[in-house]
């Protein structure tokens, strides 16, 4: 009998794709959230770029955060203040945000601390300059976080 090996690849194929279709996404862990942070955050997080540090959007399983890349890229928004972060704290401005920086296991966190919430956003050492995605996604946050009020 004559083999048929664009069938035998479609059926090894099949269940793969569809299983990668069915995939649940980044599982992100839940944080705790400023109350009545959630309709900004969803407004954040569907204007988020496609891309962040050359990285391709990924799926993230709930609706906390949005993510890019492998390791990925993930931001967080409505976050608590940083560890050690006070109001004289250096920050590392980019595009008009003041982000403050804190070194994790892989990278940074950053989190923008001049804004209404807090927006983190984790970038792991893979995606040095770290200042090319937190441009990426500076534009959606100053849409849809806004300063805070002059003390």
């Not at 990285?55 to 955060?65: E, W």
């Not at 993510?67 to 595009?95: F, K, L, N, Q």
């Not at 403050?100 to 956003?121: H, I």
């Not at 534009?139 to 976080?145: E, G, I, S, Y």
């Amino acid at each position: 009998m004559p083999r048929r090996p664009h069938l035998t690849l479609r059926l090894v194929l099949a269940p793969l794709l569809l299983l990668a279709a069915c995939s649940p996404g980044l599982g992100v862990d839940a944080y705790p959230t400023k109350p009545g942070s959630e309709v900004d955050c969803k407004a954040l997080f569907a204007d988020s770029p496609r891309k962040v540090g050359g990285q391709d959007s990924i799926l993230v399983k709930d609706d906390n955060a949005v993510a890019w890349g492998a390791p990925p890229i993930i931001m967080r928004c409505g976050v608590e203040v940083p560890d050690g972060y006070t109001p004289t704290s250096e920050c590392y401005p980019v595009d008009d945000l003041c982000w403050y920086p804190q070194k994790t296991n892989d990278g940074y966190l950053f989190t923008v601390t001049d804004r209404e919430l807090f927006v983190s956003l984790e970038v792991p050492e893979d995606y040095q300059p770290y200042s090319d995605a937190l441009g990426d996604v500076g534009d959606a946050v100053k849409k849809h976080d806004p300063p805070k009020p002059p003390a």
